[in-house]
């Protein structure tokens, strides 16, 4: 009963953001729990590499680069994953972008443009594209990667902020629209986590060690302590769970 409750032999599966960090490690537990997988990232070479380490670990597992910020690639990622595989069953928007560090002041337009466009739309848009075939399956797991960023103004990352708070919305919007058709919609809001995509935040000793301090569980997060609730949102366990918006900061919005 338990194993069933989180089995996803038969799903497939398309994680974005996925050559790297969080999305791998959201591939990894997909891949073991039974799911066809495909890795999706901007570069084919990078999505390769870490498909080819789950097939070599006897996982069903391909690489479709996709840069999720251009609308003709997103139904590219889609139409090949239906291809491949036959439908989608989970989609993970965890793909995202911020490249300004600085007050909104400092925030020009192309910038603004940009973190929408693959923070917001990006999800916004696959959504649309995979509803169609989550449908057709009676029902399919969306599952928006947000931050705690969407729940409250991180210094620094202003914009950033407001484009994962959209998410925040986008995903309770999905679940209440879309549940009839078997589809539900959570979304998840790390906290640090140590990746590539935040370095520049950890990197720095002495701000990594006041962060850290402030946390009830005293230690920055890795990609793994993402997975779990993953696999569970994906799967059967969380049959009645949507809309519904996880932190996983090790307490820092308590």
Known sequence: MLKEKFDLTGKVAIVTGAS??????????????????????????????VANELQAAGYQATGVACHVGEATQRQALV??????????????????TNPVYGPVLATDDSAFDKIMDVNV?????????????????????????????????????????????????????????WGAAGIRANVICPGLIQTKFSQALWEN????????????????GQPDDLAGIALFLASS??????????????????
Do not use: C, W
């Not at 049959?239 to 919005?253: H, L, P, R």
């Open 20 to 49: 790297k960090g969080i999305g791998q490690a959201m591939a990894q537990i997909f891949a073991e729990a039974g799911a066809k997988v495909v890795v999706s990232s901007r570069k084919q070479s990078a999505v390769d590499e």
């Open 121 to 177: 739309k990006a999800a916004f848009d696959l959504g649309k594209l995979v509803y169609p075939h989550m449908q057709a399956r009676g029902g399919g797991s969306i599952i928006n990667i947000s931050s705690i960023g969407g729940l409250m103004p991180e210094p620094g990352l202003g914009i950033y902020s407001v484009s994962k708070a959209a998410l925040v919305m986008l995903t309770k919007v999905m679940a209440k629209e």
């Open 205 to 220: 000793e002495d701000l990594l060690t006041r962060s850290v301090r402030k946390l009830p569980l005293p230690r920055i």
């Open 79 to 96: 139409q090949r994953t239906v291809e491949l595989y036959g439908g989608v069953d989970v989609l993970v928007n965890n793909a995202a």
């Open 237 to 254: 366990a969380a049959a009645y769970t949507t809309g519904a918006v996880f932190s996983v900061d090790g307490g820092y919005i308590i």
